[in-house]
């Protein structure tokens, strides 16, 4: 006679209280890996608020801005700076930026765009109340017109007139 096992087939699986614990981990992880995209997707904040703007001084080839108010996220970075000169747009060649402080921020060529001095980068030089900008071109004067704009939006398009 042949003898066959009884081998005992276990149909048990994971007890429940692991599988519930690996449930709630694996919703878990796939909730930050939506919020993590979902975060990366979002555009930046865009401000149309102006920068408001005064004039300190003036000479026959440059004129002095100071920044009064700024929305709270103007970065300098992207600023497109343009002259109007008798009606017609005119080159400039140098913008610098200064801070509270009179300490060169930032200055600005067309052959090199902007630049930033000792401790200030992209991320992290705004204006706001104290700020100077020096615009240098080859001629201005009063009635010029000086229009500032952020090409990401960190602040509304602002319209100066150089008197």
Do not use: C
């Not at 997707?41 to 003036?58: A, N, R």
């Not at 009606?87 to 930033?116: E, F, R, S």
């Amino acid at each position: 006679m042949k003898k066959t096992w009884n081998m005992r087939k276990k149909n048990e699986g994971v007890s429940p209280v692991i599988a519930t614990i690996l449930m709630v981990a694996i919703t878990v992880v796939l909730a930050a890996v939506l919020y993590v995209m979902v975060i990366g997707m979002t555009p930046p904040v865009i401000d149309d608020l102006p920068l408001g703007l005064s004039q300190s001084g003036k000479n026959s080839t440059s004129v002095t801005i100071l920044v009064s108010t700024a929305p709270g996220n103007a970065l300098v970075t992207g600023t497109v700076i343009a002259l109007s000169h008798d009606g017609l747009p005119t080159h400039i060649t140098k913008a610098t930026v200064y801070d509270a402080d009179a300490t060169i921020a930032a200055w600005y060529t067309q052959a090199n765009g902007w630049n930033y001095g000792s401790g200030f980068s992209a991320d992290n030089l705004k204006y706001g109340p104290g700020i100077k900008i020096i615009v240098t071109a080859v001629s201005i004067s009063s009635g010029d017109e000086i229009v500032l704009s952020s090409s990401s939006g960190y602040f509304g398009l602002t319209t100066f007139n150089v008197s």
